[in-house]
């Protein structure tokens, strides 16, 4: 049974306010590998492969997490720290599936749901109490349909909106359940001590120059100046005050709408080849493009991932007038993202291709331009061969190795 923060409890909301749950499962990775292997379990797991490639932590569990290991440190970072760690090569085919799971058993309990990254979803429970109970009985139903039916852990927060109910299930963690105050003055109070850092938008350096200017909590934000604000957020000046006091209009996305299909791939070594780095996208706007065809889908908007050789992370993106159903016209969409984003001889340690915006494939067959479904087919009779053969057998002709360009050529 999941423990349950006394934090807010005096504010139950009632029988019309929003509600919204944030369910996040908890060091999901290390703990699928903990479950199918019990050897591992009240060991420190680190999901990510040898640590001494140049891969990154995918996933640490608790375990390892007291030794300062956690999600995007570098494995050779990790095995420094922990060296008698457990390192797990991923698993994604495996984490998929479980994510799938969750969401099924998620959507028994709300029709609305917000699925935000693999482990972690929204549920709006706004007008249902009278047919499935308080918020916090719910919420208890979840935590343990989760733990009955996937072996796992999940905490779970409570709350008016996205943002206070993403920041609660944080509160408890592992195995938790945080309700939030649903009274604004309450809301204000139940924020004010928190770390700046848990505000989003405010990321490790913005979090560092707040703190020499002596704003340390949320509440020093709420009593800040307005000219302050201008001059540290500019123009989201207003979204960062709204955000300390807890106001969050947003509503819950629906899956179709939220979707993203995505592939990375790291080097061995940082990249500044431009033909090395368009290979890499071809082979990423394939894999996505046969993803999304596997499940009927297109994106509208194309996304090119990046990772420098300081590790800081960067993503670009092109929304067009209709969805992306080909792999060549993600590629081409993700070449000119390249060619407009990254300098020459810029350092790359990882590039990825993605699409979001998911649209159903059976209605843009519709409405797409003749070429685009003379490449679909193409594309699709690749798959057939694919599968029936192996992937191997049909490459590209950009595939194949040539001298190295300029990257503006």
């Given at each position: 049974?999941?423990n349950?923060?006394?934090?807010?409890?005096?504010a139950?909301?009632n029988?019309?306010?929003?509600v919204?749950?944030?369910?996040?499962m908890?060091?999901?990775?290390?703990?699928?590998?903990?479950?199918?292997?019990?050897?591992?379990?009240g060991?420190?797991?680190?999901?990510?492969?040898?640590?001494?490639?140049r891969?990154v932590?995918?996933?640490?569990?608790?375990?390892?997490?007291?030794?300062?290991?956690?999600?995007?440190?570098?494995?050779?970072?990790?095995?420094?720290?922990?060296?008698?760690?457990?390192f797990?090569?991923?698993?994604?085919?495996?984490?998929?599936?479980?994510?799938?799971?969750?969401?099924?058993i998620?959507?028994t309990?709300?029709?609305?749901?917000?699925?935000?990254?693999?482990?972690?979803?929204?549920?709006d429970?706004?007008?249902?109490?009278?047919?499935?109970?308080?918020?916090?009985?719910?919420?208890?139903?979840?935590?343990?349909?989760?733990?009955?039916?996937?072996?796992?852990?999940?905490?779970?927060?409570i709350?008016?909106?996205?943002?206070?109910?993403?920041?609660a299930?944080?509160?408890?963690?592992?195995?938790?359940?945080?309700?939030?105050?649903?009274?604004?003055?309450?809301?204000?109070a139940?924020?004010?001590?928190?770390?700046?850092?848990?505000?989003?938008?405010?990321?490790?350096?913005?979090?560092?120059?707040?703190?020499?200017?002596?704003?340390?909590?949320?509440?020093?934000l709420?009593?800040?100046?307005?000219?302050?604000?201008?001059?540290?957020?500019?123009?989201?000046?207003?979204?960062?005050?709204?955000?300390?006091?807890?106001?969050?209009?947003?509503?819950?996305?629906e899956?179709?709408?939220?979707?993203?299909?995505?592939?990375?791939?790291t080097?061995?070594?940082?990249?500044?080849?431009?033909?090395?780095?368009?290979?890499?996208?071809?082979?990423?706007?394939?894999?996505?493009a046969?993803?999304?065809?596997?499940?009927?889908?297109a994106g509208?908007?194309?996304v090119?991932?990046?990772?420098l050789?300081?590790?800081?992370?960067?993503?670009?993106?092109?929304?067009?007038?209709?969805?992306?159903?080909?792999?060549?016209?993600i590629?081409?969409?993700?070449?000119?993202?390249?060619?407009?984003?990254?300098?020459?001889?810029?350092l790359i340690?990882?590039?990825?291709?993605?699409?979001?915006?998911?649209?159903?494939?059976?209605?843009?067959?519709?409405?797409?331009?003749a070429?685009q479904?003379?490449?679909?087919?193409?594309?699709?009779?690749?798959?057939?061969?694919?599968?029936?053969f192996?992937?191997?057998?049909?490459?590209?002709?950009?595939?194949?190795?040539?001298?190295?360009?300029?990257?503006h050529?």
């Open positions: 049974m999941a349950l923060s006394n934090r807010g409890m005096d139950n909301p029988i019309h306010a929003r919204v749950l944030h369910v996040d908890d060091a999901f990775f290390a703990s699928i590998e903990q479950r199918d292997n019990p050897v591992l379990l060991k420190p797991v680190i999901v990510g492969g040898d640590p001494t490639s891969g932590v995918s996933a640490a569990s608790y375990e390892a997490r007291r030794f300062g290991v956690h999600s995007a440190m570098p494995t050779r970072e990790a095995y420094k720290r922990c060296p008698h760690g457990a797990i090569k991923p698993r994604m085919k495996v984490y998929q599936a479980e994510s799938e799971h969750l969401m099924q998620l959507q309990f709300s029709p609305s749901i917000e699925p935000i990254s693999v482990d972690e979803a929204f549920v429970l706004t007008g249902s109490a009278r047919l499935l109970g308080s918020p916090v009985e719910v919420a208890k139903a979840i935590a343990h349909a989760i733990t009955a039916q996937m072996h796992l852990t999940a905490s779970i927060g709350a008016p909106n996205k943002f206070l109910a993403k920041i299930s944080d509160c408890n963690k592992p195995n938790g359940i945080t309700l939030v105050p649903f009274t604004q003055k309450e809301i204000i139940w924020l004010a001590p928190l770390p700046i850092g848990r505000i989003w938008g405010v990321g490790d350096v913005t979090e560092k120059k707040l703190r020499i200017t002596g704003i340390q909590t949320i509440g020093d709420q009593h800040a100046t307005d000219l302050f604000l201008e001059q540290k957020f500019g123009s989201s000046a207003q979204r960062f005050r709204s955000l300390s006091c807890g106001i969050d209009a947003r509503p819950l996305n899956p179709h709408a939220r979707g993203s299909i995505s592939k990375e791939h080097f061995s070594t940082d990249c500044a080849n431009v033909n090395e780095l368009r290979k890499t996208l071809l082979m990423c706007a394939t894999a996505v046969a993803e999304a065809r596997a499940k009927n889908l509208r908007t194309v090119f991932t990046y990772r050789s300081n590790f800081t992370r960067h993503s670009r993106r092109c929304t067009l007038s209709s969805a992306a159903l080909t792999a060549n016209q590629y081409q969409i993700g070449c000119e993202l390249l060619e407009k984003h990254i300098r020459p001889g810029t340690r990882l590039a990825g291709l993605g699409i979001s915006n998911l649209e159903s494939l059976i209605q843009q067959d519709l409405f797409n331009a070429p479904r003379a490449w679909a087919k193409s594309e699709k009779a690749s798959d057939a061969l694919a599968a029936k192996g992937k191997k057998l049909i490459h590209r002709g950009t595939e194949i190795a040539h001298p190295p360009r300029s990257m050529d």
